[in-house]
C-alpha cells in the first residue's frame, strides 16, 4: 500500500450505528434493525443495536474487510444511537455493550480502533478503545470529556469545521490533542494545529 510505504497509518471508518444509503452490504439489514432517519440525513437511519444476531455477523465482516484491505485501525461512526431519536428504546447499558463489541472484533482482527460520540460513556469505553475522534469538540465545549484518553496516554483527534485556528489550537497543545481546521465537505484542506 502507497500510505504505508510513506509512514502512515490507514484508518478505515464505517457507520456501525446507522444504515447508509447505497452501502454493498445494504440488502443484509432487515427492516426490523431500521430506525429513525437521521435529521440532517433522511435517508440514514439509526440501528438496533440491541439486536447482535442480526448486526454483529454484518459488523464482523465489516472489520474483517478493513483488515484484508491492509487497514491499520477502524473508525465506527454513530456509536450514540442511545443518546438520540433512534426509534428503539436504546439504554446506555445498550450502547456500552454494542461499542464493547465493536472494539473487540477490532482488536481480534488484528486492528486499532477508535471511539467516535459517545462521550457520556468514555469513563468506561477507554479501557476498550484505543484513541478518541471527535468533530467540533472545542465548538460545543466538550472537549474535557475527551481528557480520560490523554490521561491513559491514548491520543485525542479532534476535527474544527466552523472555528478558526487561532480559536482552538492553542488549547489543543495544552491538552496534549491532535487538532485541526477541515472544510466540512471534507475535502483535501486542511490546517493541522501542530
Not at 167 to 186: D, G, P, R
Request: proline residues 7%; negative net charge; hydrophobic residues 40%.
Amino acid at each position: 500500500m502507497e500510505l504505508h510505504a510513506r509512514g502512515v497509518r490507514v484508518i478505515c471508518t464505517f457507520s456501525a450505528g446507522t444504515l447508509k444509503p447505497g452501502v454493498p452490504d445494504a440488502d443484509k439489514f432487515p427492516t426490523s434493525v431500521l430506525g429513525a432517519t437521521l435529521p440532517n440525513s433522511p435517508d440514514e437511519q439509526w440501528l438496533d443495536i440491541r439486536n447482535l444476531q442480526i448486526l454483529a455477523p454484518i459488523m464482523l465482516e465489516r472489520v474483517a474487510l478493513a483488515s484484508q484491505k491492509g487497514c491499520d485501525g477502524v473508525d465506527p461512526d454513530h456509536v450514540d444511537g442511545h443518546a438520540h431519536e433512534s426509534g428503539f428504546p436504546l439504554a446506555p447499558e445498550d450502547q456500552l455493550a454494542y461499542n464493547v463489541f465493536l472494539a473487540n472484533a477490532a482488536h481480534q482482527n488484528g486492528l486499532g480502533v477508535g471511539l467516535k460520540n459517545d462521550l457520556d460513556q468514555i469513563s468506561i469505553l477507554v479501557a476498550y478503545f484505543d484513541w478518541a475522534i471527535n468533530e467540533e469538540c472545542f465548538f460545543y465545549k466538550e472537549c474535557h470529556l475527551l481528557q480520560p484518553f490523554t490521561q491513559a496516554g491514548k491520543p485525542v483527534f479532534v476535527i474544527e469545521y466552523t472555528l478558526a485556528p487561532e480559536a482552538f489550537c492553542s488549547q489543543s497543545t495544552e491538552l496534549k490533542f491532535n487538532a485541526m481546521q477541515k472544510n466540512i465537505e471534507l475535502d483535501a484542506f486542511r490546517f493541522p494545529c501542530r
